[in-house]
């Protein structure tokens, strides 16, 4: 557990669903059918981060209520020795449940899976499961990294003399997005008909990259990021039917509305 004022819990309807669900006799309802569902999950996860964003629309489209544990990197709250007890790497989202911590998003996202099987977001079926994690993994291994790198430029103001290498990225960037694009103009969903983990590693990188895309510094340098959304617009749909899912406000970083 990470020292107290060094994790804010906020005060979110993920708690509050969560409290609701406990004292309302959920569990004897059967809707926590286990000892092992019937613990408390606690997210803790950054606002902005693309990783932390897959685990609470996961758990949001699972209707799974867990307490929010909101890391605030400018503090270093996930460098304390606590945290780090969680995850070595020092980085978020971080799953506990009970005595377990389970860290990486991908892995949290397939535990509360066994868990809460349902809604299915890793396929019923081999051809299912083996759709749903080549895009996860094109996702992570192709788009993921180039997200990356522009974070690592443009919010750190690291561009000047990079200009050349960071118009390549943003270029290699729209490249992966048109190829999802083109994916999600022959199906309502990235790797099924219906919604799965897929969908949920690619939306939050892609909202980063178009956020990343407004700065002005992006702008500045031509990167051609600030309307993927709009001039994709495969990309667009898709993207408003997972806005549309309910809960999903509460999933939307905090400090981008500010
Ligand atoms: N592969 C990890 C990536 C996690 C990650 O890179 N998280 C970032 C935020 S998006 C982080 O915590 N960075 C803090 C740091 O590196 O100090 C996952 O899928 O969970």
Redesign the pocket.
């Given at each position: 557990m990470v020292a107290g004022s060094a994790v804010h819990a906020v005060a979110s309807r993920h708690r509050r669903f969560s409290r609701c669900c406990w004292r309302s006799g959920a569990v004897a309802a059967g809707v926590c059918h286990s000892y092992e569902t019937a613990m408390a999950y606690e997210v803790y996860w950054?606002s902005?981060?693309?990783?932390?964003w897959?685990?609470l629309l996961a758990f949001t489209v699972k209707q799974v209520p867990f307490d929010s544990k909101l890391?605030q990197?400018s503090r270093g709250d996930?460098?304390t020795s606590e945290f780090l007890k969680m995850?070595p790497?020092?980085?978020?989202?971080v799953l506990k449940h009970g005595d377990h911590v389970v860290?990486?998003?991908?892995?949290?996202l397939s535990y509360i899976e066994k868990l809460h099987p349902t809604p299915s977001l890793f396929g019923d079926d081999a051809v299912e499961t083996a759709a749903i994690w080549q895009t996860i993994s094109e996702v992570?291994s192709y788009l993921?990294p180039l997200q990356?790198q522009l974070?690592a430029a443009v919010f750190q103001d690291d561009t000047q003399g990079r200009e050349d290498e960071l118009r390549g990225v943003a270029e290699q960037v729209r490249a992966e997005i048109a190829l999802h694009d083109a994916r999600l103009a022959e199906s309502r969903y990235l790797a099924l008909a219906r919604l799965t983990a897929a969908d949920l590693a690619l939306y939050p990188t892609l909202m980063?990259i178009g956020r990343i895309g407004t700065r002005a510094s992006s702008r500045q340098l031509g990167l051609g990021l600030e309307n993927l959304r709009a001039s994709h617009p495969n990309v667009e749909r898709w993207a408003r039917m997972i806005e549309s899912l309910p809960g999903y406000e509460d999933t939307y970083p905090p400090h981008w509305r500010r």
């Open positions: 950054g902005g981060s693309p990783y932390s897959r685990v890391v990197f996930h460098k995850n790497r020092g980085r978020v989202p860290y990486e998003s991908n892995a949290i992570d993921c990356e974070v980063l």
